[in-house]
């Protein structure tokens, strides 16, 4: 660390303000919150203002508590709403640096440690001069810039005002607008401003019932902002306002046009201020009568802001026939589940378009579409438009599994998938093909656009859609497939547990490879090309990536940040078995008899694992070329390495031919590490554009389904860097 750095942290020191006389009620519930947090971590639902009344020891213990375990959101809300006087000061600098620097959670971090008293912030500084890191001593400098503007400014104050913060959500816990005589949700930033936040606002009133509506009978449905969390909202992370200013948002209804008839547009407009805060706008919609439709049905939410999505949310809402059923309805129990947080897609980084596919009303094969555009030029449907497949997914995805599994030479594969992408290409309703087609084929533009799909739906492989006509551009040649002519990530809208931010780079101090050699195990062949492409791909890091053991508790320990790498490359074979039999990426076990035998890693398998520094992961399952009937479905390993904290993933949709497999990777990462690297997305759109008729009509070998298996999870713009 540098010497003015140092004397520029120990020039000055925030003052603490006094805390008010917290009652036995507040600190009973301090406890009871943080014991939640530690039961539940990054999955609990306590809200942070909750903890204030806990005494500088107990949210210093409660900090390393969370800090060992890598709960990030869990630590966040402890460090915007406790006493800051014994936080763990290292455990907050390392956990800063595990956090990409665009979070508001790393902000936190800095922030936190930034408050310390002179003492603690001595020690803290001796332990950093005694043992040097050039990235913790770069953490330090923004702590110094963070410290002074603490200073300078009033008493640092982590509660509210008792008599508020601390009384019970009103309406059995669902927010309550600006005129509810509460103070608002203020946090103070790291810059010592404060800033607001606001949750996601779907409310249906109008009915005899919450939540329960009649047939034919109009109700309100109230979208915008509120000051707390409705628990019975899946919903996405709340928005950050600063004070001062005003933003514009647009909301957006959606719902399934078979289920809900909404008078007039689905659309509105709010504006955010200091004086109006939490604004709402209300919609008259009607339930319709379907014979295949549920009586449990969803309504959702989408604010965005500059064109980008900055807010989603569910409500579901139960249907009855008539009147005289309402008091018999079953409401589905709540659901303390939170979506993404979207406030990383805007800015600089946004991508171009935003398309939302959802589960319909109506079925399984029913989709519910709409699309955001970051240029306002670029027509995007008023409306939600519903469309269906030809089959039901999970039999689509197996039809497409099978054509490349009685293969009947590149040609046939070639027209066969040609033929399911026009299939897929029909179920992408019109008024979203053009605006696919608006952001492609762009006069002026000369780079593919980056398209982010916030899709409930996994398996369809929708970047192989085929419109009628084509597109057309440079870049995409003349593949057929919507994928090779615009960068498509995915981000999987499921609710399973908060989601880590999009993350628009990783940055890559250490990698590490996974392979395995097959010789002499029953069933499975060696896989040359896998083990050349795992060396080769070694080499690419300074320093070269570490290998992996290719065992059970060693790959379970790698997926648990046990220890930390940034960019996590497998090439393994793979397994899937439709009729419910082992299956999934195949590792070695020593056999009794001597040698090894296949042991199976499933995605269940990873869903107590834990990537919170979100790292990058390729998970390349390979087979031989003779032994295409070993096919796989990796949706699942990929949404749930999600779900657990990568920051990105790519992964094949169906297993991959071994020697073609090596020669996506090494292509992928020349074109991502090299010295005009590119997004993750792109370098994958441009392997696509390769897979062409004219070459699989000249029977070349490396023109295999290969080429279109993979899909790429994560921010639509997301880099990796070695600087």
């Known amino acids: ?79 915007e709403a406790t006493s800051p006087q014994r936080y763990p000061l290292m455990a907050l600098l390392r956990m800063a640096r595990a956090l990409p620097p665009e979070l508001y959670a790393h902000d936190m971090m800095i922030q936190g440690v930034a408050l310390a008293s002179r003492l603690r912030m001595r020690s803290l500084l001796d332990d950093l001069e005694a043992n040097p890191d050039p990235e913790l001593d770069a953490l330090m400098a923004k702590v110094a810039t963070v410290r002074t503007s603490l200073a300078a400014g009033p008493p640092y104050r982590w509660w509210h005002d008792p008599e508020t913060a601390m009384a019970e959500p009103p309406d059995e816990g669902r927010g309550a607008g600006p005129d509810d005589g509460t103070e608002p949700d203020a946090v103070r ?25 009649v047939l034919d009978q109009a109700f309100q449905v109230v979208l915008g902002l509120q000051q707390r969390r409705d628990a019975q909202l899946v919903a996405s992370s709340p928005l950050a306002f600063d004070a001062g200013e005003t933003v514009e948002l647009d909301v957006v209804l959606l719902y399934d046009p078979a289920s809900f008839e909404v008078t007039g547009t689905p659309r509105a407009h709010l504006t955010v201020t200091d004086l109006d805060p939490y604004p709402s706008t209300t919609f008259t919609c009607t339930a319709r009568y379907g014979e295949e439709l549920s009586p449990e049905r969803r309504l959702g939410l989408q604010l965005h802001r500059d064109g ?70 670029v027509p995007v449907p008023d409306l939600p438009s519903a469309s269906t497949l030809d089959a039901d997914v999970a039999g689509f995805a197996t039809m497409i599994r099978r054509t490349i599994e009685f293969s009947g030479g590149a040609a046939d594969d070639y027209y066969s998938l040609a033929g399911r992408a026009v299939q897929i290409g029909r179920a992408v309703p019109t008024a979203i093909q053009e605006a696919v087609r608006h952001v492609a084929e762009q006069a002026g533009r000369t780079t593919a656009p980056a398209v982010l799909l916030l899709t409930e739906e996994l398996v369809v492989p929708w970047e192989l859609a085929t419109f009628d006509p084509k597109l057309a551009t440079t870049w995409g040649g003349p593949s057929p497939f919507m994928g090779a002519h615009v960068a498509v990530s995915r981000w999987p809208l499921d609710e399973h547990k908060p989601r880590p931010r999009p993350r628009s780079t990783v940055a890559i101090r250490q990698a590490a490879v996974l392979t395995a050699d097959y010789t002499g195990v029953p069933s499975w062949k060696r896989l040359d090309s896998a083990l050349e492409e795992a060396d080769e791909v070694a080499k690419l890091f300074d320093p070269p990536a570490t290998p992996v053991q290719p065992e059970l508790l060693t790959v379970i320990d790698l997926f648990n940040s046990r220890p930390e790498y940034d960019v996590l490359h497998a090439a393994l074979h793979g397994k899937f078995d439709d009729q419910g039999g082992q299956e999934g990426i195949v590792l070695l076990k020593k056999s009794p008899a001597g040698g090894a035998t296949a042991q199976f890693l499933t995605p269940t398998m990873l869903e107590a694992g834990s990537l919170a520094h979100g790292p990058f992961v390729f998970l390349n399952a390979c087979q031989v070329a003779s032994d295409e009937s070993v096919l796989g479905d990796y949706a699942g390993f990929a949404s749930t390495l999600m779900r657990i904290g990568a920051g990105g993933v790519v992964a094949p949709l169906w297993n991959v031919r071994d020697e073609v497999a090596a020669a996506v990777a090494k292509d992928f990462y020349a074109a991502t590490l090299g010295p005009d690297a590119v997004p993750a997305a792109e370098a994958m759109r441009a392997i ?14 490396h023109q295999h389904a290969t080429l279109i298996a993979y899909q790429v999870f994560g921010h639509p713009r997301l880099h990796l860097s070695t600087t």
């Not at 006094?18 to 009620?25: G, K, L």
């Not at 129990?333 to 378009?353: C, K, Q, S, W, Y």
């Open 189 to 213: 930033g790291p810059d010592a401003s404060t800033s607001r936040k606001a949750y996601p606002r779907l409310e249906v009133t109008g009915t005899p019932r919450p939540d329960v509506v």
């Open 1 to 79: 660390m540098d010497e003015a750095t140092r004397a520029a942290i120990e020039a000055v020191e925030p003052a603490i303000e006094t805390a008010p006389a917290f009652s036995d009620d507040d600190l009973d519930r301090a406890r009871a919150a943080a014991a939640d947090l530690r039961a539940h971590g990054d999955d609990s639902m306590v809200d942070p203002a909750d903890l204030a009344a806990l005494s500088p020891d107990e949210a210093g213990s409660l900090a390393q508590d969370l800090a060992d375990s890598g709960q990030s959101v869990a630590l966040e809300h402890v460090v």
């Open 688 to 701: 696509r554009a390769t897979y062409t008729e004219a070459a699989a009509r000249a029977d070349d070998p």
């Open 308 to 377: 980008q999505v900055v807010g989603v949310a569910w409500r579901t809402v139960v249907v009855v026939d008539t009147a005289d059923r309402v008091a018999d309805a079953v409401v589905p129990d709540r659901r303390d589940v939170d979506l993404l947080d979207l406030d990383p897609l805007v800015g600089g980084d946004a991508p171009d378009l935003v398309v939302s596919v959802c589960r319909s009303d109506a079925g399984s094969t029913t989709f519910v579409w709409t699309a955001y555009a970051a240029d306002p030029a």
